[in-house]
């Protein structure tokens, strides 16, 4: 299993920024595809962001697209994600979630496809 930590949410005003890391100690995330989900109260979770194990591909949700930047530090073994302009309906819990893919230039936002998944790092949107 790998161990995947989120990290780095917390209460922002709308139009702040937030960015958000997923870890997996003792794990090279570079062999996956990275995926960020979220789930707000009361609604099913959605998929937000992925990105490919070579981290030639992204995809984002309409919801956030020029808002989030989803990208890989290898250096520091991390998967972020960028939040700009922040806005109250990004409130939710944000999970970070892993698969091991057939081809290293895709990522897919489908979360059935996905192994592994942190506990969740909450991100709260409010004045």
């Known amino acids: 299993q790998l161990p995947l930590v989120e990290s780095g949410g917390g209460l922002e005003q709308p139009g702040g920024s937030l960015r958000l890391s997923c870890a997996a100690d003792?794990?090279?995330?570079?062999?996956?595809?990275i995926g960020w989900f979220r789930q707000a109260p009361g609604k099913e979770r959605e998929a937000v962001s992925c990105?490919?194990?070579?981290?030639?591909?992204?995809e984002y949700a309409d919801s956030v697209k020029g808002r989030f930047t989803i990208s890989r530090d290898n250096r520091e073994n991390t998967v972020n994600l960028e939040m700009k302009s922040l806005k109250p309906e990004d409130t939710g819990l944000y999970y970070c979630a892993a698969y091991s893919p057939k081809v290293q230039a895709i990522c897919h936002t489908y979360a059935n496809m996905y192994d592994h998944w942190g506990q969740g790092t909450q991100v709260t949107v409010s004045s």
């Open positions: 990105i490919s194990s070579s981290g030639t591909m992204t």
């Open positions: 003792g794990f090279t995330l570079d062999y996956y595809v």
